[in-house]
């Protein structure tokens, strides 16, 4: 079974592989998509707070989880590149590192539509908010400083190091950025304070949650097979591809 | 005592050798020869631990450099492209600092007569940003005059940049370490005639 | 540890002889620590409030600025080569030249801000407690700073691009050492504050040279 799985390994194993397990995700992803908006917007109950409004919690929520959870993959596989030695860590952490941008992103804008409504600002300094700000400046760096460096195996071994880095950071910031928002009172206007939760809200949440993870998975790889192709692009089985397309 | 095993490597996409076996013993000068961009320097880079090889391994003593580490690296001399002088600091400072770094103390006395050895001693106290370029290399060289424990000189062209008088300085200085069972490998694109017990050469950029 | 001094050492003697370099550096904290009024108003009270944030916020942007020089000029003359080829641990160059960055950058400002603290009209005690939030705090910039300052070495758009990578790891010593300063503003003692930046110098002086000393073997491979 080990075996099996360095298999795949190299990029040109894993290419093909990864080609077949794409549609499946975004079946996956849309399914759930569907069944979580659904509870999303009928089966949840109105909020006696916050009215209609509070439903973007259903996106907020999720896509802060995703951004969080991905960065951590990232950094594993971070890891596992400097410890293994392997193209295809490096390649994958690329991949990975715009999903979980756009999520980030996600999570401000969806948070910056959910407070006005409800606190008249599209922005508040709260402890979540200002940490996911914090998160998204560490992936644009990432991605910056992989973009910045031509040679691609620097760039990589050089990610994975930031990433790491970060990794160890991302708990500590978010602690620092806690103590920051509980000192300054103001803590009245605070986005973490949601809705006490009813089982439908948890379970729209899991289910958005969900897919957005499949969806992540989807779009890294379809970003992946981009990336492999052309960092491989002088390999033979590449042209190969080329000519049969 | 040294050994490359199936060593490999390329850069920028560009495979630069392959399947590189070469051994060097006591009193052994290798000769690393070929055209510009042929991989000259990377091979002394791989050599010296400072650029990973894309497959096969260094060894020293037997022993695989890469989990040898500041063991080996006590008993290299590397002299890379760049004539590693700070401009700031003068010509003995300079070599001063190098000896710290390696590790030993040397007195007054044996800086004087490195430097004299490169023909520079009335250098010494000239910011090395004063230099010219020839100056500055030969300001590099001292070290190979200097007594250290390093018994594996790597040397990327050193005689680039040199007049003929100090060439032969440097030639003489090569030539003594190898006969007191030193090892010396060096890249160059011309001849150098250098007195060896063992001379080996490797020709990249078939 | 005689190569630890030798570095330290050399590197002092060549800013020294280099003079402008820090010199540039502690007049630009002071610049723009005198800009702040003249962009938000004079009004006192306000200005005692934002005093801590804006003389950190300077060290921080002036500790961005000092960054790309820490490497960059050894890199450029093959000497950090020959550190790499020493047999000095490559921790001991970069905890060396971490130490040497901070006395022309860190010390400096952190004896500066003072004076800036008198501009903001601190009172005496948040005066002590913003130069021991600096002097805890500045070493961590050098610290976390050389990691940043070696994943971008040799590197285009090197220094706004180091900036964007080491600010975000700062967030938690703004935090932290401004608070504390707040705190002593508003009776509350800091004590919690200046042992949280402890806690974080002391992460980072683990993070920070493991990172440099990989990043630098990346840069010079």
Redesign the interface.
Known sequence: MRLDLFRFAAPQAFFPLAGRMIPWFSALAAALALAGLYVAFFVAPTDHQQGEAYRIIFIHVPAAWMSMFLYVVMACWAAAG?ALNTRLSGMMSSALAPTGAIFTFITLWSGALWGKPTWGTYWVWDARLTSEL?LL??Y??FI??KG??P?PV?AD??GA??A???V??VP??Y???Q??NT?HQGASVSLTRAPSMAATMLLGMLLMALAAWMYSIAATLARLRNIILERER?AQWVLLQRTAA | MLQTRELACER??RRLFSALNVALDAGGLLRVRGANGSGKTTLLRCLAGLTRPGAGSVHWHGDDIAALGDAYRSDLLFLGHSPAVKDELTVAENLDFSCRLSGTEISAAQLDRALDALGIAKLAGRPAGYLSQGQRRRAALARLALPGPAKLWLLDEPLAALDDEAIGRVRSLCAAHLAAGGLLVLTSHQEVEIAAPNLESVALGG | MSGFSAILLRDLRVALRRKGDALNVLVFFVVVSSLFPLGVGPEPNQLRAMAAGVVWIAALLAAVLSLPRLFAADYADGTLEQMLVGPQPLVVVVLAKSAAHWLLTGLPLALAAPVIGLQYDLPAGAQGVLLASLLIGTPVLSL?GA?GAA??LG???GGA?LG??V???F??VL??GA?AV??SLTGIDPSAHLS?LGA?LA?SSL?GPW?AC??LR??L?
């Open positions: 400097i914090v400046f560490l644009l760096g910056a400083l910045a460096i040679d620097r071994r050089a190091i930031l790491l880095v970060g160890v950071n500590i910031i602690f620092s950025v103590w920051w000192l002088d | 920028g996409g | 976390l990691a994943l971008t590197v285009r758009g691009l964007l990578l600010l975000p790891l967030v938690p935090v932290f608070g707040g705190a949280l974080f992460v993070v990172a990989a990043a990346v840069a491979d």
